[in-house]
């Protein structure tokens, strides 16, 4: 615990020289993509920049100057799998983007989406000595929490106080200058697999770049897709992507839950390649120009030639109507969507207020997504884009890119964590982990 309280507080530090001289890329290491973008940081906002505790910040203080994709190689399952193939891909999308940018990185901050992620909800509570709540009393009263026993090989990954009681009054954003007897907080901690993230750093040195934060992919496709009312009121966010699909619940702004499921837009590929018997590029071809998964009459009719190159003339010329195609599609897409649907009755997401569902992600672009989710999600379900930042390239503005956009946010304004403060770290007896959703339920 301590050794890591330490890495993220020298990542943290990084973060911040890293905006100080101006520039930073931001890596997105994705299963079908890697994705690239290099920062840049004007002075008028830095000083601006309010440490400590708070909801995201408005969008501003910077702009992307370089954007790059390639194709990701060495990722499964939102995990690095070959590591040289992986540093390859890296290595080529951080070049490309520094050439764009016409400047040279020396600090990533990175996100992904694999490595088991498990939600904690902890709570802590302090008498006041001074009646006023000081920066030492919250730090006070975040190492109140007790934390559970999250077992051997795990690594926090993000702890974040999202609610502050006062005496009686809970619901508060930041305590600090004001008055009461006892404070008392509830905080949200991420744990995944700590191989997952060490892999990733090891990956990123051998780049020759210094990894300046790591952030969950679930959590910052959350913050670039979900409209501020969603994330005030209560919202899911679910982020289709190659390998994995991510699950995030904001309420009052923060993350309270995250979740991911092993399965993505490669299975659905995946399963047309096995279906029509053609090879994987075909595979993808044929999804993303005609793939859907509401079937109508006409789809009967509307014939797709399968173009092969395995030079048997018979077999390169088949076609297959637009309907079977649709009927391949169809079932792995419910079954992500019915896994999803399971992720969020574990976390009480029908106790929220509010109950928006934003698909995001490569994978939310198959026609007819939105109409299916909300069969078995629930009514309200819209198709989410990351927010506009300044200077992302068109290319860059679709949904496959709302984490490279949110952890674009997340560098610009990273909310307050539990290493931002001075904080005594022990050890602390368990504590049941079901609380992660009890406490809006008793405060909204």
Known sequence: MIELYESQRAMRNMRRAAMQRGVVAILDVGSSKIGCLVLRFDGSDREMEVEGVGPMAGQAGFRVIGAATTRSRGVRFGEIHAMQETERAIRTAVQAAQKMANIRVDHVIACFSGGAPRSYGLAG?????????TEQDVSRVLSACEVPEYGEGREVLHAQPVNFALDHRSGLGDPRGQMGMRLATDMHMLTVDAAAIQNLAHCVKRCDLELAGVASSSYVSGISAMVED?????????????????LSIFMKKHMIYADSVKMGGDHVTGDISMGLGVPTATAERIKTFYGGVVATGMDDREMIEIGGDTGDWEHDRRTVSRAELIGIMRPRVEEILEEVRRRLDAAGFEHLPSQQIVLTGGGSQIPGLDGLASRILG??????RPLRVHGLPQSATGPGFASAVGLCLFAAHPQDEWWDFEIPVDRYPARSLRRAVKWFKDNW
Request: hydrophobic share 35%.
């Open 125 to 133: 509570a302090i008498d006041l000595e001074g009646h006023v709540v």
């Open 230 to 246: 969603e994330q005030e009121l209560g919202g899911a966010c679910i982020d289709l992507g190659g390998g994995t699909t991510g």
């Open 379 to 384: 009514q309200q379900v819209r198709l989410g």
